[in-house]
Protein backbone atom coordinates (compact mmCIF):
# COMPACT_ATOMS: atom_id res chain seq x y z
CA UNK A 1 0.00 0.00 0.00
CA UNK A 2 1.24 3.48 -0.98
CA UNK A 3 1.35 5.48 1.74
CA UNK A 4 3.02 8.83 3.52
CA UNK A 5 3.16 9.41 6.95
CA UNK A 6 4.43 13.09 8.70
CA UNK A 7 6.26 13.40 12.01
CA UNK A 8 7.17 16.09 13.95
CA UNK A 9 4.62 18.53 14.87
CA UNK A 10 4.18 20.75 18.22
CA UNK A 11 4.22 23.89 19.65
CA UNK A 12 7.14 26.59 18.79
CA UNK A 13 7.95 29.76 19.84
CA UNK A 14 7.27 32.40 17.28
CA UNK A 15 10.67 33.12 15.58
CA UNK A 16 12.09 29.57 16.71
CA UNK A 17 12.74 26.17 14.18
CA UNK A 18 11.47 22.66 13.69
CA UNK A 19 12.00 20.14 11.29
CA UNK A 20 9.03 18.11 10.43
CA UNK A 21 9.69 14.04 8.81
CA UNK A 22 7.71 12.29 6.46
CA UNK A 23 7.88 8.69 5.86
CA UNK A 24 6.84 6.96 2.93
CA UNK A 25 6.24 3.20 1.84
CA UNK A 26 5.00 1.17 -0.68
CA UNK A 27 6.03 3.29 -3.82
CA UNK A 28 9.51 3.61 -5.49
CA UNK A 29 10.52 7.16 -3.45
CA UNK A 30 13.14 8.67 -5.34
CA UNK A 31 11.24 8.50 -8.81
CA UNK A 32 8.51 10.40 -7.31
CA UNK A 33 8.31 14.28 -6.93
CA UNK A 34 7.25 15.50 -3.03
CA UNK A 35 5.36 18.50 -1.71
CA UNK A 36 4.07 20.19 1.21
CA UNK A 37 1.07 21.54 1.45
CA UNK A 38 -0.47 23.60 4.74
CA UNK A 39 -3.79 24.37 6.15
CA UNK A 40 -4.06 26.80 8.97
CA UNK A 41 -6.90 26.05 11.38
CA UNK A 42 -10.33 26.60 9.63
CA UNK A 43 -8.82 27.49 6.54
CA UNK A 44 -8.03 26.53 3.11
CA UNK A 45 -5.54 24.11 1.34
CA UNK A 46 -2.08 26.28 0.83
CA UNK A 47 1.04 24.58 -1.42
CA UNK A 48 4.23 25.21 0.47
CA UNK A 49 6.83 23.14 -1.10
CA UNK A 50 7.77 20.49 -3.61
CA UNK A 51 11.32 18.88 -4.71
CA UNK A 52 12.03 16.38 -7.65
CA UNK A 53 12.24 12.68 -7.24
CA UNK A 54 16.83 13.45 -7.41
CA UNK A 55 16.39 16.14 -4.89
CA UNK A 56 18.31 18.71 -7.33
CA UNK A 57 15.46 20.67 -7.97
CA UNK A 58 13.36 22.77 -4.97
CA UNK A 59 10.52 25.16 -5.02
CA UNK A 60 8.58 27.09 -2.82
CA UNK A 61 5.67 29.10 -1.95
CA UNK A 62 6.53 32.93 -2.05
CA UNK A 63 5.10 33.29 1.99
CA UNK A 64 7.96 31.16 2.83
CA UNK A 65 10.97 31.78 0.54
CA UNK A 66 13.76 32.01 2.67
CA UNK A 67 12.78 30.46 5.74
CA UNK A 68 11.33 26.74 4.69
CA UNK A 69 13.78 24.32 3.13
CA UNK A 70 12.21 20.91 1.56
CA UNK A 71 14.58 18.29 1.38
CA UNK A 72 15.20 14.38 0.85
CA UNK A 73 16.90 10.94 2.06
CA UNK A 74 16.03 8.70 -1.10
CA UNK A 75 18.33 6.21 1.21
CA UNK A 76 15.84 6.67 3.83
CA UNK A 77 13.05 7.52 2.00
CA UNK A 78 12.06 10.50 3.93
CA UNK A 79 10.59 13.68 3.35
CA UNK A 80 12.19 16.37 4.71
CA UNK A 81 10.70 20.47 5.66
CA UNK A 82 13.07 22.59 7.54
CA UNK A 83 10.98 25.41 8.97
CA UNK A 84 13.19 28.34 10.55
CA UNK A 85 12.18 32.06 11.68
CA UNK A 86 8.51 30.51 12.43
CA UNK A 87 5.81 33.05 12.53
CA UNK A 88 1.87 32.96 14.13
CA UNK A 89 0.53 32.58 10.46
CA UNK A 90 2.29 29.37 9.77
CA UNK A 91 -0.03 27.51 12.42
CA UNK A 92 -1.10 25.13 10.42
CA UNK A 93 -1.85 21.19 9.74
CA UNK A 94 1.47 20.30 7.54
CA UNK A 95 0.46 17.59 4.94
CA UNK A 96 2.87 15.57 2.90
CA UNK A 97 2.10 14.48 -0.16
CA UNK A 98 3.35 12.36 -2.87
CA UNK A 99 3.63 14.27 -6.50
CA UNK A 100 4.21 13.32 -10.09
CA UNK A 101 7.28 11.57 -11.42
CA UNK A 102 7.77 14.16 -14.65
CA UNK A 103 6.77 17.72 -13.64
CA UNK A 104 8.03 18.54 -10.08
CA UNK A 105 4.79 21.43 -9.96
CA UNK A 106 2.24 19.25 -11.35
CA UNK A 107 -0.51 19.91 -9.04
CA UNK A 108 -0.82 15.99 -8.49
CA UNK A 109 -1.08 15.16 -4.93
CA UNK A 110 -1.44 11.59 -4.22
CA UNK A 111 -1.92 10.30 -1.38
CA UNK A 112 -1.71 12.32 1.42
CA UNK A 113 -0.28 12.02 4.76
CA UNK A 114 -2.99 12.54 8.06
CA UNK A 115 -0.75 15.35 8.78
CA UNK A 116 0.97 17.11 11.67
CA UNK A 117 -0.01 19.89 13.44
CA UNK A 118 2.68 22.74 14.23
CA UNK A 119 1.52 25.49 16.54
CA UNK A 120 3.65 28.67 16.69
CA UNK A 121 2.39 30.64 19.78
CA UNK A 122 4.26 32.34 22.43
CA UNK B 1 -0.25 35.53 -6.02
CA UNK B 2 -3.76 35.13 -5.15
CA UNK B 3 -5.62 31.88 -4.98
CA UNK B 4 -7.79 30.28 -7.74
CA UNK B 5 -11.70 31.48 -6.89
CA UNK B 6 -14.04 29.22 -6.20
CA UNK B 7 -17.74 29.20 -4.72
CA UNK B 8 -18.03 29.16 -0.90
CA UNK B 9 -20.39 26.83 -1.52
CA UNK B 10 -22.82 25.20 -3.51
CA UNK B 11 -25.60 22.63 -2.81
CA UNK B 12 -27.93 19.99 -4.41
CA UNK B 13 -30.49 16.87 -3.72
CA UNK B 14 -29.36 13.85 -3.65
CA UNK B 15 -29.72 12.36 -8.04
CA UNK B 16 -29.29 15.87 -9.01
CA UNK B 17 -26.06 16.91 -10.64
CA UNK B 18 -23.48 19.88 -9.32
CA UNK B 19 -20.92 21.86 -10.91
CA UNK B 20 -18.18 23.65 -9.03
CA UNK B 21 -15.88 26.54 -11.07
CA UNK B 22 -12.30 27.30 -10.42
CA UNK B 23 -11.12 30.65 -12.05
CA UNK B 24 -7.48 31.80 -12.59
CA UNK B 25 -5.99 33.46 -15.45
CA UNK B 26 -4.27 32.64 -18.42
CA UNK B 27 -1.09 31.81 -16.31
CA UNK B 28 -2.47 28.81 -14.26
CA UNK B 29 -5.69 27.48 -15.54
CA UNK B 30 -6.39 28.75 -19.06
CA UNK B 31 -2.15 27.77 -19.79
CA UNK B 32 -1.95 24.46 -18.22
CA UNK B 33 -3.64 21.01 -18.54
CA UNK B 34 -1.89 20.65 -14.40
CA UNK B 35 -5.57 21.25 -12.90
CA UNK B 36 -6.35 18.68 -10.65
CA UNK B 37 -9.42 18.32 -7.85
CA UNK B 38 -9.30 17.33 -4.09
CA UNK B 39 -12.09 16.18 -1.83
CA UNK B 40 -11.81 16.90 1.80
CA UNK B 41 -14.13 15.67 4.78
CA UNK B 42 -13.65 17.89 8.40
CA UNK B 43 -10.62 16.77 10.11
CA UNK B 44 -9.49 14.12 7.18
CA UNK B 45 -6.60 14.30 4.44
CA UNK B 46 -7.69 15.39 1.14
CA UNK B 47 -8.10 12.77 -1.57
CA UNK B 48 -7.12 13.11 -5.17
CA UNK B 49 -10.45 13.04 -7.33
CA UNK B 50 -8.98 14.29 -10.75
CA UNK B 51 -6.01 15.29 -12.41
CA UNK B 52 -4.80 16.13 -15.54
CA UNK B 53 -8.42 18.56 -15.75
CA UNK B 54 -10.43 15.64 -16.48
CA UNK B 55 -8.84 12.39 -15.44
CA UNK B 56 -10.12 10.66 -12.90
CA UNK B 57 -7.87 8.37 -10.90
CA UNK B 58 -8.86 4.35 -10.21
CA UNK B 59 -11.33 4.28 -7.65
CA UNK B 60 -12.41 7.43 -8.07
CA UNK B 61 -16.77 6.90 -9.34
CA UNK B 62 -17.35 8.05 -12.62
CA UNK B 63 -19.75 10.34 -11.26
CA UNK B 64 -16.88 12.60 -11.14
CA UNK B 65 -16.24 14.36 -13.82
CA UNK B 66 -13.26 17.60 -14.99
CA UNK B 67 -13.31 20.30 -17.75
CA UNK B 68 -11.82 23.20 -19.13
CA UNK B 69 -12.86 26.53 -21.00
CA UNK B 70 -10.53 29.40 -21.08
CA UNK B 71 -9.39 30.49 -17.58
CA UNK B 72 -12.06 28.08 -15.83
CA UNK B 73 -11.84 24.66 -14.40
CA UNK B 74 -15.24 22.77 -13.67
CA UNK B 75 -15.80 20.02 -11.00
CA UNK B 76 -19.05 17.88 -12.28
CA UNK B 77 -20.68 15.33 -9.92
CA UNK B 78 -23.68 13.97 -10.97
CA UNK B 79 -26.23 11.46 -9.42
CA UNK B 80 -25.58 13.52 -6.27
CA UNK B 81 -24.85 11.21 -3.03
CA UNK B 82 -24.82 11.63 0.93
CA UNK B 83 -21.32 11.23 0.84
CA UNK B 84 -20.22 13.66 -1.70
CA UNK B 85 -20.90 16.44 1.26
CA UNK B 86 -17.53 17.61 1.57
CA UNK B 87 -15.43 20.19 0.43
CA UNK B 88 -13.68 20.63 -2.38
CA UNK B 89 -10.15 22.40 -3.69
CA UNK B 90 -9.43 23.07 -7.33
CA UNK B 91 -5.30 23.43 -7.51
CA UNK B 92 -3.14 24.30 -10.68
CA UNK B 93 0.39 24.69 -11.95
CA UNK B 94 1.37 28.61 -12.25
CA UNK B 95 3.89 30.41 -14.23
CA UNK B 96 4.61 32.68 -11.38
CA UNK B 97 7.13 32.86 -8.28
CA UNK B 98 4.57 30.49 -6.65
CA UNK B 99 4.35 27.62 -9.22
CA UNK B 100 1.44 25.65 -7.50
CA UNK B 101 -1.94 27.66 -6.41
CA UNK B 102 -5.03 25.88 -4.87
CA UNK B 103 -8.51 27.66 -5.12
CA UNK B 104 -10.42 28.68 -1.81
CA UNK B 105 -12.77 25.92 -1.46
CA UNK B 106 -16.20 24.93 -2.06
CA UNK B 107 -18.36 23.34 0.62
CA UNK B 108 -20.70 20.89 -1.04
CA UNK B 109 -23.93 20.37 1.16
CA UNK B 110 -26.42 17.71 0.16
CA UNK B 111 -30.12 18.90 0.80
Known amino acids: EVQVLESGGGLVQPGGSVRLSCAASGFTFSRYAMSWVRQAPGKGLEWVSAISGSGDRTYNADSVKGRFTVSRDNSQNTLYLQMNSLRAEDTAVYYCARGDVVEVTASVFDPWGQGTLVTVSS | QSALTQPRSVSGSPGQSVTISCTGT?????????VSWYQQYPGKAPKLMISAVRHRPSGVPDRFSGSKSGNTASLTISGLQADDEADYYC???????????FGGGTKLTVL
Open chain 2, 26 to 34: SSDVGGYDY
Open chain 2, 91 to 101: CSYADSSTPVL
